[in-house]
């Protein structure tokens, strides 16, 4: 582990270069300080193909709070403060499950469910899995159309973020 105990903190870009005993670049990374809280975005984790539409195939999404560069931020709108909560909305299917990766939210005050519709975020990201519908006929398609919410209550703002999935029989 390298320590740089003489280096002062700053906004900016820290980029850390991995080089060989020839000094050719082998591996590279770069991490950038976040601004507030500006959106939500959400990506998701699946085959391209999409999803089989017999009622048992689900997708994983992500939410990352991220600031007007599309940086993502890693706490709240002020350092350990509130965090912001994300309601999920799902046509062509439904929630079977939330999670944000804070080992403790089952132990805090405000137990949030891994059954709800909504959860607060943890280090800036949540995570919500989605079930897709029973097509009617094998020879059907369809779409799931997930939508994410945030309201300035909560910490952070007002921010919406949706995306759909395709659903084949």
């Not at 939410?63 to 999920?88: I, K, L």
């Not at 943890?122 to 919410?149: E, M, Q, W, Y």
């Not at 945030?150 to 952070?156: A, E, H, V």
């Amino acid at each position: 582990i390298a320590k740089f105990g003489n280096v002062t903190w700053e906004n900016g870009t820290l980029e850390a270069i991995c080089r060989d005993e020839h000094k050719v670049t082998v591996a590279s990374d770069k991490i950038q300080t976040a601004g507030a809280p500006a959106g939500i975005r959400l990506d998701v984790d699946y085959n391209n193909d999409g999803l089989r539409g017999d009622g048992t195939d689900v997708f994983l999404a992500r939410v990352t709070v991220v600031d007007a560069n599309g940086v993502m931020v890693p706490e709240g709108p002020v350092p350990h403060g509130p965090r912001p909560h994300v309601n999920f909305e799902v046509t062509g299917g439904s929630v079977y499950g939330v999670c944000n990766g804070d080992p403790t939210t089952k132990r805090k005050a405000w137990f949030e469910s891994d059954k709800a519709s909504s959860r607060t975020t943890f280090n800036g990201l949540a995570r919500v899995i989605v079930l897709a519908n029973k097509l009617k006929s094998p020879a059907d398609d369809a779409v799931v159309k997930l939508t994410a919410t945030t309201d300035s209550s909560t910490g952070g703002g007002n921010f919406h973020a949706e995306l759909t999935v395709k659903v084949h029989g």
